[in-house]
Each structure stands twice: as C-alpha cells, then as structure tokens.
Nanobody, 115 residues
Framework: VQLQASGGGLVQPGGSLRLSCAAS????????LGWYRQAPGKQRELVAI???????NYADSVKGRFTISRDFAENTVYLEMNSLNPEDTAAYYC??????????WGQGTLVTVSS
C-alpha cells in the first residue's frame, strides 16, 4: 500500500485547512485510514482514524475542530481542520492499517499555524 498526502501549508490561527491522502496498491487490504502528527521535539500522536465500517476516533485535542472522512471507493481519506491554533503545528502523516496487521505511512505534510 502506498499513501500520498497533500494539503498542508501555512495558515493563521483560527483558520482552516483540508488534508487529503490517496492510497494505491493493495487497497482492498485496508481496514482503516487515518492521520497522525508529529510536532518538533514531540512524539508522533494519533489525530484521527476511520475504519472501513465508519467507526471514527479522534484525539481529545482535536475533537469538535477536526473531521475525518473517507471514500473507500476512491481509496482516499480527508482531514478537515478548523479553528486551527499554533499547537496544531506539526508534520501530518497519513496512515493505513491493513487486515494482516501491518501499517503503512505516507510522507508527512507540514501544517504551520502562525500569524
């Protein structure tokens, strides 16, 4: 499974961004898709994840501000981010978990929230 993320950039506090991640390869093996992020000097953390049966999970820090959605037919996952604040600044990584238990990562896309 290969993952290609896009949509990062520079945004002012309170602004919005939408990230996209397109999966290719053995996409029929994908059980869940999601996003992690890693801020400078910090560990990578879960942001949001959605399963094939539409179960979703969010980090407490983004609940009510971020929305994850997926189109499994198009093998794409989206992350709509609203009310961004400087603490959301990080490299965001697309993630796929397959039925065999393996995990795949896309390249990071940088989100910078700054005035």
């Amino acid at each position: 499974v290969q993952l290609q993320a896009s949509g990062g950039g520079l945004v002012q506090p309170g602004g919005s961004l939408r990230l996209s991640c397109a999966a290719s390869g053995r996409t029929y093996t994908i059980n869940s898709l999601g996003w992690y992020r890693q801020a400078p000097g910090k560990q990578r953390e879960l942001v949001a994840i959605v399963t094939r049966v539409d179960l979703v999970n969010y980090a407490d820090s983004v609940k009510g501000r971020f929305t994850i959605s997926r189109d499994f037919a198009e093998n794409t996952v989206y992350l709509e981010m609203n009310s961004l604040n400087p603490e959301d600044t990080a490299a965001y990584y697309c993630y796929a978990h397959v039925f065999s238990g393996d995990a795949y990562w896309g390249q990071g896309t940088l989100v910078t929230v700054s005035s």
